[in-house]
């Protein structure tokens, strides 16, 4: 991403629609907004308003059936699922709400997996990230 362009996600237009049988079922209707670096935003709303189906797709996880989702300014919306699981791989990380770590690994190894599987393994980076979100104590 250059210098001049602070846009980290921009949706345009997003659709998100399921189809059950010959049934459509629309959940996301042609949103679009801005994040640029360093911006912090909030994602709310009742209970099946489409949170998740959105988080999936800044995610990575799916892809929107209309509009255009740029991520670091590459369209990631048409992409195939191997160039997705490497963008996410690369760019996004996830905190879920059940912590989904691996519970016979220490939570050193557990930082490290992401390095490990981008075919750069640190274990020193890990340490540090630890320290910074001030678990030293969980450094094995």
Known sequence: MSKDNKKVIEAIKIKKS????EEEY???HGITFTI???QFISLMGPSGSGKST?????????????GKYFLDLEEVSKLDKD??????NKKIGFVFQSFNLLNRY????????PSFYAGEE???RAKKL????GLKDKIE
Do not use: F, H
């Open 18 to 21: 399921y189809y059950l049988g």
């Open 26 to 28: 629309s959940i996301l």
């Open 36 to 38: 640029e670096k360093g």
């Open 54 to 66: 959105l988080m999936n797709i800044i995610g990575c996880l799916d892809i929107p059936t209309g």
């Open 83 to 88: 160039k997705l699981a490497e963008i996410r």
């Open 106 to 113: 220490s939570s050193l190894k557990n930082v490290a997996l």
């Open 122 to 124: 640190n274990t020193e």
């Open 130 to 133: 630890l320290v910074e979100v």
